[in-house]
Nanobody
Framework: QVQLVESGGGLVQPGGSLRLSCAAS????????MGWYRQAPGKERELVAS???????NYADSVKGRFSISRDNAKNTVSLQMNSLNTEDTAIYYC????????????WGKGTLVTVSS
């Protein structure tokens, strides 16, 4: 059974930091891109950051310089270090993993809530 287990969300004050983690299990195929998306109330889901199996990272302009994505290929985990958080970062954050079989297969986590508020 495929599982993406996210952790690390919570309430933080503006200017604070949080670290999100996602552990993938039960996936029988090679993992390609891993990443984080977020969805704020009333808005569409958007890419926050992604990272390839080779370590190439891609960031949304709104988080560049503040967020850092990393992955552990041996453990099938991906993490997102979020610094200098502001209220606009408040959202549900979702882990996304793409596995490569005969075609690509996309898996999503259930999401973890990040609230930035004073």
């Amino acid at each position: 059974q495929v599982q993406l287990v996210e952790s690390g969300g919570g309430l933080v004050q503006p200017g604070g930091s949080l670290r999100l983690s996602c552990a993938a299990s039960g996936i029988l195929y090679r993992l390609s891109v891993m990443g984080w998306y977020r969805q704020a109330p009333g808005k569409e889901r958007e890419l926050v950051a992604s990272i390839t199996s080779g370590g190439t990272a891609n960031y949304a302009d709104s988080v560049k310089g503040r967020f850092s994505i990393s992955r552990d290929n041996a453990k099938n985990t991906v993490s997102l270090q979020m610094n200098s958080l502001n209220t606009e970062d408040t959202a549900i954050y979702y882990c996304k993993v793409v596995a490569i079989a005969s075609a690509s297969i996309t898996y999503w986590g259930k999401g973890t809530l990040v609230t930035v508020s004073s």
